[in-house]
Nanobody, 123 residues
Framework: VQLVESGGGLVQAGGSLRLSCAASGLTFTNYAMGWFRQAPGKEREFVATITWSGGTTYYADSVKGRFTISRVNAKNTVYLQMNSLKPVDTAIYYC?????????????????WGQGTQVTVSS
């Protein structure tokens, strides 16, 4: 199984980025997908998650209204559209796959992880 994130980079505060996560080696529709992030010196934290069908999404309060998670099952890909970025959003962003019809905000519940992509927001 491979999860490969892309789309990170350096952006000014107020800007936007769209992260992608391409999955292979698994039956994508058997998995809920999540995005997490980890800033230097901090624990990995939940950002957003989406059920296998895309019918249900859930967000951390810190990103609600600014970030949107979506998926295209035909492309085995999950996205994270990030708008109105703030310096506090600076972190390595990881996508993860959870074999379940439900979703979870807890990192240890997830079965597979990508290598991460750096997002840096300058003030």
């Amino acid at each position: 199984v491979q999860l490969v994130e892309s789309g990170g980079g350096l952006v000014q505060a107020g800007g936007s980025l769209r992260l992608s996560c391409a999955a292979s080696g698994l039956t994508f529709t058997n998995y809920a997908m999540g995005w997490f992030r980890q800033a230097p010196g901090k624990e990995r934290e939940f950002v957003a998650t989406i059920t296998w069908s895309g019918g249900t999404t859930y967000y951390a309060d810190s990103v609600k209204g600014r970030f949107t998670i979506s998926r295209v099952n035909a492309k085995n890909t999950v996205y994270l559209q990030m708008n109105s970025l703030k310096p506090v959003d600076t972190a390595i962003y990881y996508c993860a796959a959870l074999r379940s019809t439900l979703f979870s905000t807890i990192p240890s519940h997830y079965d597979y992880w990508g290598q991460g992509t750096q997002v840096t927001v300058s003030s």
